[in-house]
């Protein structure tokens, strides 16, 4: 199982960035895909992810309503979508999978088995 994440830059305030994450070596359609962000020195925190079949989601309370998970299981790729980017959303972005992960109980880092390498966003003016 391999991730490949990217997609991250540099982004005004109130800006917007869609992250990439394709998987290869395993059925992706299988698994749940979660993203996380990690600044230094600070735990690896969720921000959402995405069922096998993209029929359902689930979002950390500080990016609901402008962070939108997607997939597209024919390219074997997840997409996170950030709108109004903020300079808090400031981190680097990692997506994850693992087959025993569930869209009810997809926040916890420690529950993944699979990373991508992380790719860095940042928001700044």
Do not use: H
């Not at 070596?25 to 992810?49: I, T």
């Amino acid at each position: 199982v391999q991730l490949q994440a990217s997609g991250g830059g540099l982004v005004q305030p109130g800006g917007s960035l869609t992250l990439s994450c394709v998987g290869s070596g395993y059925r992706m359609d299988y698994y749940v895909v979660g993203w996380f962000r990690q600044v230094s020195g600070k735990e690896r925190e969720a921000v959402g992810c995405i069922s096998d079949t993209g029929g359902s989601t689930s979002y950390a309370d500080s990016v609901k309503g402008r962070f939108t998970v997607s997939r597209d299981n024919s390219k074997n790729t997840v997409y996170l979508q950030m709108r109004n980017l903020q300079p808090d959303d400031t981190a680097v972005y990692y997506c994850a999978t693992d087959y025993y992960v569930s869209t009810a109980k997809c926040n916890r880092a420690q529950d993944y088995d699979y990373w991508g390498q992380g790719t860095l966003v940042t928001v700044s003016s």
